[in-house]
């Protein structure tokens, strides 16, 4: 630069020494380059790649030029076609190219990576597979040479080290085989190098086993494993690492799975042997390998997706849990083993529990009309057995109440017979059952539940039984044993009764009634027994409970008046789960948390006193289809009222349960309370968002904006508490209501007060739903995302929502209360105007609203007061901009009426749903 703008001798002497050293580096470059020891060489071709590359070659240097003397030959064709010499020649030259096509396939398929490593691979696997077929036939006529070399613990550890190695193998092999066609060859030689090794200490582990079975087993899963690893092999050798290959990747798929279900079966074969004789090394260490690789952390590129890791996650961890609880049912299998007779009532019971819980779904597939027989069969067809199955299981209760005091193998026996004999039975009768054909669902649920009784006596007799296991006679539990044993007997003679007379029709309905009776007997002795629930219920589920007595009485009442066995089967099936379902709730509802002892007391008497009343109501019904009189029938009425009379102590016990706050929660004024305690907890949340609200940072400018915001959240908050404040006190009037008598906690004219409670929450839906609106609307004008109309219009759908809720407690309510008084003082001008005068809740809503309203209004009005016109100078451009102005102002005129037209049709929509009150204050 300095010699460029001023060449003179002293410029030019510090050029040439500056660029000095540039000179000698070049020189020196220059000098290394032309020296021959850095000299390049040309790449050459060896000899083996050179031969490999000979069969492509060949085979498609003859598909050009066989292809071209093809097309030399057709040319000639075209000229003179008749000339069959010329055609033969063609037809030599078609094959030539068909051959020269297909060798060049074949080369290229047979030269591709990993193929030949496949072909190697697997004829050593074949030679394996070979071996191990060999040592099988050895195993099978006992003449397998015992290994002496070595010990057996040393063969299982190399034995399982193999396995394991082979299991790492499997992915790998898979991935090159679809998309990695380099990794193939080194993969699959790996892979075969395993199993010489595998099948030698496979053949030694299985010399040195004693039991002929489990050499048998260990061969035939390592001859399996080499046999899935020989399609392993085939399958990748087709897909040969090429991912365009799709078709070939779900047999390569398939086959990595098959491989790796091997190698999992052998693994679970030689941990078994290796725990049989106390060697668990190869277990500990397998899962301290698992903890260092946990320690390594996550890989950097992992291969597969957040769903295919937790898959495999979830699956092996639920496999560990199979596991651990078998490992768990192992050991307690041990410690049980010293008193074989309880454990086996444990079982018995655990198995009878389940016959319950299928005879139930039994039941309620034939209320719903869908048990029927499969092959057309009757009733006859399963009398027989099903009364023959019976008086075994009678024979199998005395051998079991025999042996509480006998041996524990004895009582083991019986309590397996048991169980057996039950489930025989279960099934025989459920069969006869379907057999009565859906068509008469009362008298299939009859015959269920008679085995069902049975049922549930032989597990309360197996648990008698395992309690007076051992025990000496004057025991107490040898006492409840016999109690069992005597219900027992009681429900299999009331089973065999019911099966002879399920095709009377003259009587099934009679037995049928006795059945349940003696049901309900059994239930009210649990009811009355000193036994704590295992849980507790809610005191409005037993009130809800009572509703099926209710029900029942009707049901039994109906049916004693007609004497028609349907109806009676029917008063029998529904009056057995009726008192059952009050019995149990009305005992786990005296238990409930903080009910005192008195009212519980109560209760359970109440219960009882009910059940007895209902069993003096069936027993009455018993008695008239046995001698049908007019007097015995009108004395219906009486044991109904007796039964009524107890359901309405027990409610009333039950409402003591829940204390002074106890409601009806389907009475429409509790509704209509909830709904506007649930509107004022709304907007006092919306109110607290509000709050949190401040105006958005700007910079540093004129301050109206800053006040008109601080105006903006002011005025919502004050309408949110006003609202609040508002529906609180519409709470408060509807209470009022309800005490003087206006409305009725259960309401006389349910009609008309549902109509005016569904007024009310329909109005404090709207209040919530406004103010909610009314939040956002002034959140997102504060924040710069909504026009100050948004804003105008929300607040003006608070005031009108908050005039109808109004409206909504003044159409039955005292306006000299002082729940009103809180609410709003309003006269009435001439015209019929609402005008308000005081401070009360609605007055501050519209109040607040107003002030809201004027805010946004003056900020909208100064906004477009800020907004200054340019008018354009030039004639034509004047007249452009009126013509756009009366444009626009056309286009918003025509948006007005269709915004009123839709407003107009939203508000008719939704004043069918009002209540005539509403409408007619509303016009």
Not at 463 to 472: F, I, R, V
Not at 582 to 588: F, R
Not at 594 to 622: I, M, N, Q
């Amino acid at each position: 630069m300095a010699l460029d703008g001023d060449f003179s001798e002293d410029n030019r002497n510090k050029c040439r020494i500056a660029t000095t050293p540039l000179i000698e580096a070049v020189e020196n470059l220059t000098a290394f380059a032309s020296n021959p020891e850095f000299a390049s060489i040309p790449a050459q071709i060896s000899s083996e790649g050179s031969q490999a590359q000979e069969p492509i070659l060949v085979s498609a240097k003859t598909m050009l030029e066989s292809s071209s003397y093809l097309i030399r030959t057709a040319r000639s064709l075209a000229i003179n076609p008749k000339d069959p010499p010329t055609w033969s020649v063609l037809a030599g030259h078609s094959h030539t190219v068909s051959d020269s096509i297909k060798s060049l396939i074949t080369s290229i398929r047979d030269k591709a990576p990993g193929q030949r490593e496949c072909d190697y691979s697997i004829d050593g696997i074949n030679r394996c597979i070979r071996d191990i077929e060999q040592a099988s036939l050895a195993a099978v006529s006992q003449s397998l040479a015992t290994r002496d070399d070595i010990s057996v613990e040393a063969l299982q550890e190399q034995l399982t080290s193999v396995v394991q190695e082979i299991g790492h193998l499997i992915d790998p092999i898979a991935t090159a085989a679809r998309g990695e066609a380099a990794q193939l060859g080194h993969k699959v030689t790996q892979l075969a190098s395993y199993f010489e090794p595998l099948i030698l200490a496979a053949v030694g582990v299985a010399s040195k086993m004693l039991d002929h079975q489990q050499q048998m087993t260990v061969l035939d899963q390592t001859k399996t494993l080499a046999e899935s690893a020989l399609q392993m092999l085939y399958a990748a050798k087709e897909g040969g690492g090429n991912p365009k290959a799709q078709h070939t990747h779900d047999a390569i798929t398939e086959a990595a799975q098959l491989m790796k279900e091997a190698v999992d079966d052998i693994m679970v074969t030689l941990n078994e042997a290796a725990s049989e004789v106390g060697l668990v090394g190869g277990m500990v260490d397998a899962i301290a390998e698992a903890m260092s690789k946990l320690d390594e952390g996550t890989p950097p590129e992992p291969k597969g997706t957040f769903v295919d890791y937790q898959t495999t996650v979830v699956k092996y961890s639920k496999a560990i849990a199979v596991t651990a609880q078998e490992m768990v049912s192992l050991v307690l299998s041990a410690l049980q083993a010293g008193n074989k007779g309880t454990q086996a009532c444990i079982t018995a019971a655990t198995a009878v529990s389940g016959i319950i819980a299928d005879l139930d779904t039994t039941i309620m597939f034939a209320t719903a009309g869908t048990l029927n027989a499969e092959n057309g069969e009757t009733f006859a067809d399963h009398r027989e057995n099903i009364l023959k199955t019976a008086k075994a299981l009678v024979e199998d209760t005395k051998l079991l109440v025999s042996g509480a005091a006998s041996t524990p193998d004895k009582l083991a026996q019986a309590a397996q017979s048991s169980a057996a004999t039950i489930t025989q039975l279960a099934e025989v009768v459920k069969l006869g059952a379907a057999s009565l054909g859906s068509n008469d669902p009362e008298t299939q649920v009859v015959l269920i539940n008679a085995i069902k009784d049975v049922a549930k006596a032989l597990s309360d007799l197996i648990g008698a039984t395992k309690g007076a296991a051992s025990k000496p006679a004057d025991d107490p539990s040898m006492y409840q044993l016999k109690g069992a044993a005597k219900v027992m007997v009681t429900n299999v003679t009331s089973l065999l009764k019911t099966v002879k007379a399920v095709e009377d029709e003259a009587t099934r309905g009679t037995r049928a009634l006795e059945a349940t009776i003696e049901y309900i007997k059994q239930e009210l002795t649990v009811f009355q027994s000193k036994d704590i629930p295992e849980k507790t219920s809610s005191p409005e589920e037993s009130i809800r409970m009572t509703k099926g007595i209710t029900m029942a009485t009707a049901k039994a009442v109906a049916a004693g008046n007609s004497c028609r066995q349907e109806d009676v089967i029917a008063t029998a099936n529904l009056s057995r789960k009726a008192v059952s379902d009050m019995l149990i709730a009305c005992k786990q509802a005296s238990f409930y948390p903080d009910v005192s002892e008195e009212v519980r007391t109560r209760a359970l008497r109440y219960g009882t006193e009910c059940t007895l009343g209902y069993l003096d109501l069936l027993e009455h019904v018993l008695v008239i289809l046995q001698k049908p009189t007019p007097e015995l029938k009108h004395q219906l009425a009486a044991f109904s009222k007796r039964v009524a009379g107890a359901v309405t102590e027990l409610i009333q016990a039950a409402e003591a349960m829940k204390g002074t706050e106890w409601v009806d929660p389907e009475d429409p004024t509790v509704i209509a309370e909830t709904e506007l305690l649930g509107a004022a907890a709304s907007i006092e949340a919306a109110a607290k968002k509000l709050e949190q609200l401040k105006p958005r940072a700007k910079p540093k400018q004129a301050d109206e904006t800053l006040d008109f915001e601080e105006q903006i959240l002011e005025a919502a908050k004050s309408i949110a508490a006003a609202t609040s404040a508002l529906v609180k006190s519409a709470s408060a009037a509807q209470r009022e209501l309800v005490a003087q008598g206006k409305v009725g906690s259960i309401p006389a004219n349910a009609a008309d007060d549902g109509q005016w409670s569904q007024g009310l929450i329909s109005a404090a839906r709207m209040v919530a739903a406004a103010t909610s609106s009314l939040c956002e609307a002034a959140n997102a004008s504060v924040q710069g995302h909504a026009s100050e109309e948004k804003l105008i219009s929300s607040a003006k759908q608070v005031a009108a929502s908050t005039a109808q809720l109004l409206v909504a407690c003044k159409v039955k309510a005292d306006q000299d209360s002082e729940a009103m008084k809180r609410l709003q003082v309003m006269v009435t001008d001439a015209g019929g105007k609402i005008l308000l005068l005081e401070r009360a809740a609605g007055n501050a809503v519209k109040r607040a609203s107003d002030n809201l309203v004027r805010a946004a209004q003056k900020a909208a009005f100064g906004k477009a007061d800020d907004d200054d016109v340019v008018v354009k100078t030039k004639f034509v451009g004047g007249i452009a901009q009126i013509i756009a102005a009366q444009e626009e102002m056309l286009k918003k005129e025509r948006e007005l009426e269709e915004a009123r037209k839709k407003l107009a049709q939203i508000r008719q929509q939704q004043y069918k749903f009002l209540p005539t009150e509403l409408r007619e204050d509303e016009g």
